[in-house]
């Protein structure tokens, strides 16, 4: 069965305060790992994807990187509107029984504090 | 605006009620899910269409779900005889392809009483 482990579960920060969340994973070959935000109330919101290990992709102040295990958004300089909850997901190779659902984690609460 | 659009925002029903949940993708996108998400989890996959076909469902889905995408268009979710443990946030994401990049509607928020 896929899993996906984040941590921490929250974590506060000063505005400025860089720092990494990470996203720990089990599937049964990785066909892609996901990164989402979601605001409170709100549906998640596509942020990256990673296909391979040693793949980084950037955006703004969020970088996100993929080892064979596990995987880090980087977080540079936050900003208050940076706060959300950042949601780490894995899509595994089909399997036969089915296999397009993502597999997401309970995410990380991140909140930047000015 | 052309994102995801999911009717009712919001829900109040009481146990043993029937409900329906639509969800309006964006046009161009035949591949449509639903999810289910519970304070502090993250989304957890219900099932699946590639245009009106369903094509997966998760074990999650009881035989109290049921789901339909008549014409490959709008979706419908309805859950009968609804029990507390019914209560959730029911979000609906598109996609055009085969991908994990999804967009997600802003969910219809269930409260079984």
């Known amino acids: 069965e896929d899993q996906v482990t984040q941590s921490p579960e929250a974590l506060r920060l000063q505005e400025g305060e860089s720092s990494s969340l990470n996203c720990s994973y089990t599937?049964?070959?990785?066909?892609?790992l996901f990164w989402y935000r979601q605001d409170p109330g709100k549906g998640p919101e596509f942020l990256f994807t990673?296909?391979?290990a040693g793949e980084e992709k950037e955006k703004e102040r969020l970088k996100a990187t993929l080892t064979k295990k596990e995987s880090f958004l980087h977080i540079t300089a936050p900003k208050p509107e940076d706060s959300a909850t950042y949601l780490c997901?894995?899509?595994?190779?089909?399997?036969?029984?089915?296999?397009?659902?993502?597999?997401f984690g309970k995410g990380t609460h991140l909140i930047i504090q000015p | 605006d052309t994102g995801v659009s999911q009717n009712p925002r919001h829900k109040i029903t009481k146990r043993g009620q029937n409900v329906t949940f639509r969800c309006d993708p964006i046009?161009?996108?035949?591949?449509l899910y639903w999810y289910r998400q519970t304070l502090g989890q993250g989304p957890e996959f219900l099932t699946y269409?590639?245009?009106?076909?369903?094509?997966?469902k998760s074990r999650l889905l009881s035989d109290r779900f049921s789901a339909e995408r008549p014409k490959g268009s709008f979706s419908t979710l309805e859950i009968q005889r609804t029990e507390q443990g019914d209560s959730a946030m029911y979000l609906c994401?598109?996609?055009?392809?085969?991908?994990?990049?999804?967009?997600f509607g802003e969910g219809s928020r269930l409260t079984v009483l």
């Open positions: 046009s161009e996108h035949n591949r």
């Open positions: 994401a598109t996609s055009v392809r085969d991908t994990g990049e999804l967009f």
């Open positions: 997901a894995v899509q595994a190779r089909y399997s036969g029984g089915g296999a397009d659902g993502l597999t």
């Open positions: 269409f590639q245009n009106e076909a369903q094509l997966e």
């Open positions: 990673l296909y391979s």
């Open positions: 599937v049964s070959g990785l066909r892609g």
